[in-house]
T-cell receptor, first 115, second 117 residues
């Protein structure tokens, strides 16, 4: 079983829809959860960062972590064509002190927002 | 220039060539990374440097050789690569040693798209 499972898509939705992106994981030690957005021909950029269980909201984006189910989600409200990108989840167990060398990534979900 | 800059953006090389990828970060970070991104696969961590010392080498073949001359620059030297090494190579940086939440936040460059013929 892979450590982090993420449906690669593509996921295609109409503009204005609510988008739900998800990852499941198997390592119960993971405590720090991130979502990165990657546009075509660009590197990933950090979108959301959460610690442990709970919700975090930033504008149209909400990150949700359910550690009991080992399941994380990213919701995008009022989706825009500019949200079309690949979204990667990432997670790690502890601060290494030397940086993010412990990050485990999902494969990424390719999201398409249709105008 | 700001952020993390990678050159070249594209590289085509034969299996017998030697080439180098360059990364420069302008964020004042102390940790730098090389990742490999292949189609349909998760990002794979290759190397980590913290304060110019290599702290991780994830069983990467010796045909990939990293170099970190200072905390702002990172190189990946390539020689006798195989076609399966074709991928997007991403450089990233982070705050580095310490115990704040910023340490785990990576800032990526746009990558070098490598094709090995």
């Amino acid at each position: 079983q892979k450590e982090v499972e993420q449906d690669p898509g593509p996921l295609s939705v109409p503009e204005g829809a609510i988008v739900s992106l998800n990852c499941t994981y198997s390592n119960s030690a993971f405590q720090y959860f991130m979502w990165y957005r990657q546009y075509s021909r660009k590197g990933p950029e950090l979108l959301m960062y959460t610690y442990s269980s709970g919700n975090k909201e930033d504008g149209r984006f909400t990150a949700q972590v359910d550690k009991s189910s080992k399941y994380i989600s990213l919701f995008i409200r009022d989706s825009q064509p500019s949200d079309s990108a690949t979204y990667l989840c990432a997670m790690t167990a502890t601060y290494s002190g030397g940086g993010a060398d412990g990050l485990t990534f999902g494969k990424g979900t390719h999201l398409i927002i249709q105008p | 220039e700001t952020g993390v800059t990678q050159t070249p953006r594209h590289l085509v090389m034969g299996m017998t060539n030697k080439k180098s990828l360059k990364c420069e970060q302008h964020l004042g970070h102390n940790a730098m990374y090389w990742y490999k991104q292949s189609a349909k696969k998760p990002l794979e961590l290759m190397f980590v440097y913290s304060l110019e010392e290599r702290v991780e080498n994830n069983s990467v073949p010796s045909r990939f050789s990293p170099e970190c001359p200072n905390s702002s620059h990172l190189f990946l030297h390539l020689h006798t690569l195989q076609p399966e090494d074709s991928a997007l190579y991403l450089c990233a940086s982070s705050q580095g040693p310490g115990d704040t939440s910023t340490n785990e936040k990576l800032f990526f460059g746009s990558g070098t798209q490598l094709s090995v013929l």
